[in-house]
Protein backbone atom coordinates (compact mmCIF):
# COMPACT_ATOMS: atom_id res chain seq x y z
CA UNK A 1 0.00 0.00 0.00
CA UNK A 2 1.87 3.03 -1.12
CA UNK A 3 -0.02 5.44 1.35
CA UNK A 4 1.87 3.30 4.37
CA UNK A 5 4.73 3.11 2.68
CA UNK A 6 5.27 6.97 2.00
CA UNK A 7 4.29 7.25 6.20
CA UNK A 8 7.37 4.62 6.71
CA UNK A 9 9.53 6.67 4.37
CA UNK A 10 8.45 9.80 5.15
CA UNK A 11 8.08 9.72 9.30
CA UNK A 12 10.02 6.08 10.36
CA UNK A 13 13.23 6.17 12.34
CA UNK A 14 15.85 3.56 11.52
CA UNK A 15 17.68 2.26 14.16
CA UNK A 16 21.27 -0.13 14.11
CA UNK A 17 20.50 -3.48 14.01
CA UNK A 18 17.46 -3.75 11.39
CA UNK A 19 15.28 -2.02 13.84
CA UNK A 20 12.55 0.42 12.31
CA UNK A 21 10.73 2.75 14.51
CA UNK A 22 7.49 4.06 13.40
CA UNK A 23 6.22 4.78 16.84
CA UNK A 24 4.83 8.38 15.47
CA UNK A 25 2.23 6.77 13.62
CA UNK A 26 1.49 3.19 14.41
CA UNK A 27 2.34 1.97 17.89
CA UNK A 28 3.13 4.46 20.41
CA UNK A 29 1.41 7.44 18.78
CA UNK A 30 -0.96 6.17 16.32
CA UNK A 31 -2.26 8.53 13.54
CA UNK A 32 -6.46 7.66 12.83
CA UNK A 33 -6.45 8.05 9.16
CA UNK A 34 -3.61 5.59 9.10
CA UNK A 35 -5.72 3.01 10.88
CA UNK A 36 -8.79 4.05 9.36
CA UNK A 37 -7.10 3.27 6.08
CA UNK A 38 -5.17 0.25 7.09
CA UNK A 39 -8.60 -1.46 8.31
CA UNK A 40 -9.96 -0.52 4.91
CA UNK A 41 -7.28 -2.23 2.90
CA UNK A 42 -7.78 -5.53 5.18
CA UNK A 43 -11.58 -4.83 4.66
CA UNK A 44 -10.98 -5.12 1.12
CA UNK A 45 -8.27 -8.24 1.11
CA UNK A 46 -10.58 -10.41 2.92
CA UNK A 47 -13.79 -9.23 2.57
CA UNK A 48 -14.92 -12.64 0.82
CA UNK A 49 -13.64 -14.88 3.14
CA UNK A 50 -16.19 -15.27 4.83
CA UNK A 51 -14.14 -14.06 8.36
CA UNK A 52 -16.76 -14.09 11.23
CA UNK A 53 -13.72 -13.05 13.77
CA UNK A 54 -10.78 -11.24 14.15
CA UNK A 55 -8.06 -12.51 16.38
CA UNK A 56 -4.71 -10.52 17.62
CA UNK A 57 -2.35 -10.48 20.14
CA UNK A 58 -1.92 -7.16 22.77
CA UNK A 59 -0.72 -4.51 22.88
CA UNK A 60 -0.22 -2.92 19.31
CA UNK A 61 -2.13 -5.22 17.11
CA UNK A 62 -5.19 -4.50 19.36
CA UNK A 63 -6.24 -1.02 18.02
CA UNK A 64 -5.72 -2.51 14.26
CA UNK A 65 -7.67 -4.91 14.86
CA UNK A 66 -10.84 -2.77 16.75
CA UNK A 67 -10.57 -0.25 13.76
CA UNK A 68 -10.86 -3.10 11.18
CA UNK A 69 -13.45 -4.63 12.17
CA UNK A 70 -15.48 -1.61 11.89
CA UNK A 71 -15.47 -2.57 8.52
CA UNK A 72 -15.87 -6.34 8.73
CA UNK A 73 -19.05 -6.05 11.43
CA UNK A 74 -17.41 -8.73 13.38
CA UNK A 75 -15.95 -9.31 17.18
CA UNK A 76 -12.31 -9.03 17.89
CA UNK A 77 -10.76 -11.62 20.24
CA UNK A 78 -7.13 -10.74 21.33
CA UNK A 79 -5.06 -13.02 23.12
CA UNK A 80 -3.20 -12.16 26.34
CA UNK A 81 0.66 -12.20 27.09
CA UNK A 82 1.17 -13.88 30.71
CA UNK A 83 4.33 -14.53 32.65
CA UNK A 84 3.54 -17.74 33.97
CA UNK A 85 3.38 -21.05 32.01
CA UNK A 86 0.71 -22.17 35.02
CA UNK A 87 -2.38 -21.71 32.87
CA UNK A 88 -6.37 -22.21 33.78
CA UNK A 89 -8.07 -25.58 32.43
CA UNK A 90 -9.98 -22.74 30.41
CA UNK A 91 -7.88 -21.48 28.20
CA UNK A 92 -5.81 -21.60 25.20
CA UNK A 93 -2.20 -21.03 25.42
CA UNK A 94 0.68 -21.12 23.48
CA UNK A 95 4.79 -20.25 24.54
CA UNK A 96 6.24 -17.98 22.60
CA UNK A 97 10.38 -16.13 22.00
CA UNK A 98 9.80 -12.27 21.64
CA UNK A 99 12.64 -11.57 19.71
CA UNK A 100 12.00 -7.60 20.49
CA UNK A 101 12.00 -8.16 24.17
CA UNK A 102 14.24 -11.14 24.60
CA UNK A 103 12.19 -13.55 26.80
CA UNK A 104 9.33 -15.65 26.41
CA UNK A 105 5.71 -15.62 27.46
CA UNK A 106 2.30 -17.61 26.60
CA UNK A 107 -0.61 -16.04 24.65
CA UNK A 108 -3.86 -17.36 25.96
CA UNK A 109 -7.14 -16.98 24.92
CA UNK A 110 -10.49 -18.23 26.84
CA UNK A 111 -12.05 -21.59 25.06
CA UNK A 112 -15.11 -19.40 25.24
CA UNK A 113 -14.60 -17.21 22.83
CA UNK A 114 -12.81 -19.37 20.03
CA UNK A 115 -14.09 -22.73 18.52
CA UNK A 116 -14.83 -24.80 15.34
CA UNK A 117 -17.61 -22.37 14.38
CA UNK A 118 -15.28 -19.08 13.51
CA UNK A 119 -13.17 -18.25 10.42
CA UNK A 120 -10.47 -16.57 11.83
CA UNK A 121 -8.77 -13.26 10.05
CA UNK A 122 -5.28 -12.40 12.38
CA UNK A 123 -4.17 -8.99 12.04
CA UNK A 124 -0.97 -7.83 13.45
CA UNK A 125 0.86 -4.06 13.26
CA UNK A 126 4.23 -6.07 12.60
CA UNK A 127 5.85 -9.34 11.33
CA UNK A 128 9.38 -10.40 12.07
CA UNK A 129 10.43 -13.71 12.82
CA UNK A 130 6.69 -14.83 12.69
CA UNK A 131 6.61 -15.87 16.35
CA UNK A 132 3.22 -14.45 17.58
CA UNK A 133 1.22 -15.01 14.15
CA UNK A 134 2.90 -19.21 15.08
CA UNK A 135 1.38 -18.63 18.46
CA UNK A 136 -1.85 -17.18 17.20
CA UNK A 137 -1.93 -20.33 14.44
CA UNK A 138 -1.54 -23.08 16.78
CA UNK A 139 -4.34 -21.32 19.50
CA UNK A 140 -6.58 -21.97 16.21
CA UNK A 141 -5.63 -25.34 16.13
CA UNK A 142 -6.50 -25.80 19.77
CA UNK A 143 -9.58 -24.21 19.06
CA UNK A 144 -10.88 -26.04 15.85
CA UNK A 145 -11.10 -22.80 14.37
CA UNK A 146 -10.15 -21.98 10.31
CA UNK A 147 -7.53 -19.48 9.40
CA UNK A 148 -8.80 -17.54 6.44
CA UNK A 149 -5.69 -15.16 6.33
CA UNK A 150 -3.58 -12.99 8.03
CA UNK A 151 -3.43 -9.32 7.43
CA UNK A 152 -0.08 -7.38 8.59
CA UNK A 153 0.78 -3.88 8.36
CA UNK A 154 4.24 -3.67 8.36
CA UNK A 155 6.50 -6.99 7.31
CA UNK A 156 10.03 -6.96 7.84
CA UNK A 157 10.86 -9.26 3.93
CA UNK A 158 14.56 -9.29 5.35
CA UNK A 159 13.33 -11.63 8.53
CA UNK A 160 12.15 -15.48 8.03
CA UNK A 161 8.61 -15.19 9.56
CA UNK A 162 6.66 -14.43 5.98
CA UNK A 163 8.77 -16.93 4.27
CA UNK A 164 8.10 -19.38 6.85
CA UNK A 165 4.01 -18.57 6.65
CA UNK A 166 4.00 -18.49 3.24
CA UNK A 167 5.84 -21.81 2.91
CA UNK A 168 3.15 -23.68 4.72
CA UNK A 169 0.04 -21.57 2.35
CA UNK A 170 -0.92 -19.14 4.89
CA UNK A 171 -2.94 -16.55 2.88
CA UNK A 172 -0.48 -13.66 4.30
CA UNK A 173 -1.12 -9.78 3.18
CA UNK A 174 1.57 -7.12 4.41
CA UNK A 175 0.38 -4.13 3.24
CA UNK A 176 3.91 -2.73 3.45
CA UNK A 177 7.07 -5.12 3.04
CA UNK A 178 10.73 -3.92 3.85
CA UNK A 179 12.78 -5.67 1.83
CA UNK A 180 15.98 -4.10 2.73
CA UNK A 181 17.55 -1.56 5.18
CA UNK A 182 20.86 -0.22 3.83
CA UNK A 183 24.03 0.70 5.15
CA UNK A 184 23.13 4.48 5.23
CA UNK A 185 19.79 3.61 6.64
CA UNK A 186 17.92 3.72 3.57
CA UNK A 187 14.48 1.87 3.25
CA UNK A 188 13.46 -0.53 0.25
CA UNK A 189 10.63 -2.09 -0.41
CA UNK B 1 -25.45 5.08 28.71
CA UNK B 2 -28.61 2.53 28.76
CA UNK B 3 -27.01 0.18 25.28
CA UNK B 4 -24.07 -0.42 27.64
CA UNK B 5 -25.98 -0.95 30.96
CA UNK B 6 -28.47 -3.77 29.52
CA UNK B 7 -25.03 -5.80 27.60
CA UNK B 8 -24.01 -5.45 31.14
CA UNK B 9 -26.82 -6.94 32.88
CA UNK B 10 -27.28 -9.87 29.75
CA UNK B 11 -23.46 -10.45 29.63
CA UNK B 12 -21.23 -9.60 32.59
CA UNK B 13 -20.79 -12.04 35.51
CA UNK B 14 -20.59 -11.18 38.75
CA UNK B 15 -17.56 -13.15 40.70
CA UNK B 16 -16.98 -12.79 44.18
CA UNK B 17 -15.17 -9.57 45.51
CA UNK B 18 -17.27 -7.12 43.34
CA UNK B 19 -15.62 -8.39 40.16
CA UNK B 20 -17.85 -7.83 37.17
CA UNK B 21 -16.05 -9.93 34.15
CA UNK B 22 -17.13 -8.49 31.29
CA UNK B 23 -14.93 -10.03 28.75
CA UNK B 24 -17.21 -11.55 26.48
CA UNK B 25 -17.99 -7.92 24.92
CA UNK B 26 -15.79 -5.34 26.59
CA UNK B 27 -11.95 -6.26 26.98
CA UNK B 28 -10.61 -9.71 25.64
CA UNK B 29 -13.82 -10.91 22.86
CA UNK B 30 -14.77 -7.47 21.43
CA UNK B 31 -18.28 -6.89 20.56
CA UNK B 32 -17.11 -3.89 17.34
CA UNK B 33 -20.91 -2.92 17.59
CA UNK B 34 -20.17 -1.94 21.33
CA UNK B 35 -17.22 -0.28 20.48
CA UNK B 36 -19.19 1.56 17.99
CA UNK B 37 -21.69 2.74 20.40
CA UNK B 38 -19.06 3.95 23.19
CA UNK B 39 -16.57 5.93 20.45
CA UNK B 40 -19.86 7.50 19.44
CA UNK B 41 -20.95 8.60 22.98
CA UNK B 42 -17.49 9.94 24.10
CA UNK B 43 -17.39 12.24 20.67
CA UNK B 44 -20.84 13.43 21.62
CA UNK B 45 -19.82 14.31 25.01
CA UNK B 46 -16.84 15.92 24.42
CA UNK B 47 -16.68 17.01 20.57
CA UNK B 48 -17.22 20.98 21.19
CA UNK B 49 -14.07 20.77 24.03
CA UNK B 50 -11.13 21.38 21.78
CA UNK B 51 -10.02 18.03 22.15
CA UNK B 52 -6.53 17.46 19.81
CA UNK B 53 -5.38 13.81 21.26
CA UNK B 54 -6.86 10.81 23.25
CA UNK B 55 -4.18 9.11 25.09
CA UNK B 56 -4.76 6.01 26.99
CA UNK B 57 -2.95 2.99 29.08
CA UNK B 58 -1.92 -0.64 27.13
CA UNK B 59 -3.51 -2.75 26.88
CA UNK B 60 -7.53 -2.83 26.60
CA UNK B 61 -7.88 1.10 26.70
CA UNK B 62 -6.61 0.96 23.20
CA UNK B 63 -9.38 -0.66 21.17
CA UNK B 64 -11.58 1.82 22.59
CA UNK B 65 -9.42 4.60 22.03
CA UNK B 66 -8.74 3.98 18.31
CA UNK B 67 -11.97 3.66 17.46
CA UNK B 68 -13.04 7.14 19.19
CA UNK B 69 -10.10 8.87 17.43
CA UNK B 70 -12.05 7.49 14.11
CA UNK B 71 -15.27 10.50 15.29
CA UNK B 72 -12.46 12.80 17.09
CA UNK B 73 -10.21 12.57 14.02
CA UNK B 74 -7.23 12.82 16.60
CA UNK B 75 -4.22 10.88 16.85
CA UNK B 76 -3.84 8.40 20.01
CA UNK B 77 -0.98 7.91 22.56
CA UNK B 78 -1.12 4.71 24.63
CA UNK B 79 1.35 4.58 27.63
CA UNK B 80 3.51 1.55 27.68
CA UNK B 81 3.90 -0.46 30.64
CA UNK B 82 7.18 -0.79 31.87
CA UNK B 83 8.25 -3.43 35.23
CA UNK B 84 11.09 -1.67 35.29
CA UNK B 85 11.63 2.11 37.45
CA UNK B 86 14.49 2.77 35.26
CA UNK B 87 13.66 5.10 32.78
CA UNK B 88 15.00 6.78 29.87
CA UNK B 89 15.13 10.96 29.85
CA UNK B 90 12.97 11.02 26.66
CA UNK B 91 9.62 9.59 28.56
CA UNK B 92 7.43 11.01 31.07
CA UNK B 93 6.57 8.28 33.68
CA UNK B 94 4.38 7.56 36.37
CA UNK B 95 4.35 4.59 39.08
CA UNK B 96 1.44 3.06 39.87
CA UNK B 97 -0.15 0.39 42.00
CA UNK B 98 -2.40 -1.85 40.17
CA UNK B 99 -4.96 -2.91 42.59
CA UNK B 100 -6.31 -6.11 39.89
CA UNK B 101 -3.02 -7.84 39.52
CA UNK B 102 -1.50 -6.27 43.02
CA UNK B 103 1.36 -5.39 41.46
CA UNK B 104 3.28 -1.98 40.55
CA UNK B 105 4.19 -0.56 37.19
CA UNK B 106 5.76 2.86 35.68
CA UNK B 107 3.45 3.68 32.71
CA UNK B 108 5.63 5.73 30.12
CA UNK B 109 4.85 7.85 27.19
CA UNK B 110 7.60 9.26 25.16
CA UNK B 111 7.95 13.07 24.78
CA UNK B 112 7.81 13.17 21.43
CA UNK B 113 4.14 12.63 21.92
CA UNK B 114 2.85 14.31 24.42
CA UNK B 115 3.32 18.53 25.26
CA UNK B 116 1.81 21.78 26.23
CA UNK B 117 -0.17 21.65 23.32
CA UNK B 118 -2.00 19.24 23.52
CA UNK B 119 -5.96 19.22 24.91
CA UNK B 120 -6.64 15.66 25.89
CA UNK B 121 -9.23 13.22 26.80
CA UNK B 122 -8.32 9.70 28.88
CA UNK B 123 -10.15 6.79 27.43
CA UNK B 124 -10.15 3.93 29.82
CA UNK B 125 -12.44 0.53 29.53
CA UNK B 126 -12.91 0.04 33.51
CA UNK B 127 -12.37 3.01 36.18
CA UNK B 128 -12.22 1.92 39.72
CA UNK B 129 -9.59 2.90 42.20
CA UNK B 130 -8.49 5.75 39.57
CA UNK B 131 -4.85 4.74 39.47
CA UNK B 132 -4.27 4.24 35.54
CA UNK B 133 -6.05 7.77 35.51
CA UNK B 134 -3.77 9.04 38.40
CA UNK B 135 -0.82 8.08 36.67
CA UNK B 136 -1.50 9.49 33.19
CA UNK B 137 -2.75 12.97 34.98
CA UNK B 138 0.87 12.89 35.95
CA UNK B 139 2.11 12.34 32.92
CA UNK B 140 -0.24 15.22 31.24
CA UNK B 141 1.12 17.61 33.95
CA UNK B 142 4.91 16.76 33.51
CA UNK B 143 4.49 17.17 29.53
CA UNK B 144 1.86 20.34 30.17
CA UNK B 145 -0.99 18.99 28.42
CA UNK B 146 -4.37 20.38 29.49
CA UNK B 147 -7.34 17.42 30.29
CA UNK B 148 -10.54 18.26 28.51
CA UNK B 149 -12.04 15.13 30.50
CA UNK B 150 -12.09 11.72 30.85
CA UNK B 151 -14.20 8.95 29.02
CA UNK B 152 -14.74 5.88 31.11
CA UNK B 153 -16.99 2.88 29.69
CA UNK B 154 -17.74 1.16 33.12
CA UNK B 155 -16.97 2.76 36.50
CA UNK B 156 -17.42 0.74 39.64
CA UNK B 157 -19.47 3.60 41.79
CA UNK B 158 -18.78 1.69 44.87
CA UNK B 159 -14.96 2.30 44.46
CA UNK B 160 -12.78 5.53 45.08
CA UNK B 161 -11.40 6.17 41.64
CA UNK B 162 -14.80 8.28 40.52
CA UNK B 163 -15.14 10.09 43.85
CA UNK B 164 -11.73 11.51 43.91
CA UNK B 165 -11.20 12.64 40.39
CA UNK B 166 -14.66 14.74 40.35
CA UNK B 167 -13.34 15.91 44.09
CA UNK B 168 -10.60 17.35 42.15
CA UNK B 169 -12.72 18.69 39.39
CA UNK B 170 -11.91 16.65 36.50
CA UNK B 171 -14.67 16.21 33.99
CA UNK B 172 -14.77 12.34 34.26
CA UNK B 173 -18.06 11.10 31.94
CA UNK B 174 -18.44 7.49 32.63
CA UNK B 175 -20.97 5.78 30.49
CA UNK B 176 -22.15 2.92 33.18
CA UNK B 177 -21.84 3.49 36.66
CA UNK B 178 -21.89 0.56 38.74
CA UNK B 179 -23.49 1.56 42.00
CA UNK B 180 -23.59 -1.53 43.76
CA UNK B 181 -23.75 -5.47 43.50
CA UNK B 182 -26.13 -7.25 45.57
CA UNK B 183 -25.60 -10.36 47.97
CA UNK B 184 -27.45 -12.34 45.35
CA UNK B 185 -24.78 -10.56 42.39
CA UNK B 186 -27.40 -8.42 41.39
CA UNK B 187 -26.22 -5.58 39.25
CA UNK B 188 -27.60 -1.83 40.20
CA UNK B 189 -26.68 1.44 37.79
Known sequence: MKFLEDMILTHGEVRPGGIVKVDSFLNHQIDWK???????????????????????VEASGIGLACVAAQ?????????KKSKT??????????RVHSFTHGNDY??????????????????????????????????LSQAGATLCGVGIAIEKGFQEGGRLLREEGVRLESLAIIKAIGEDGRISF
Open 106 to 139: TMVISQKYLGPTDRVLIIDDFLANGQAVMGLRSI
Open 34 to 56: VYREIGKEFYRLFQNDGVNKIVT
Open 71 to 79: SFEVPVVFA
Open 85 to 94: SNIDADLYSA
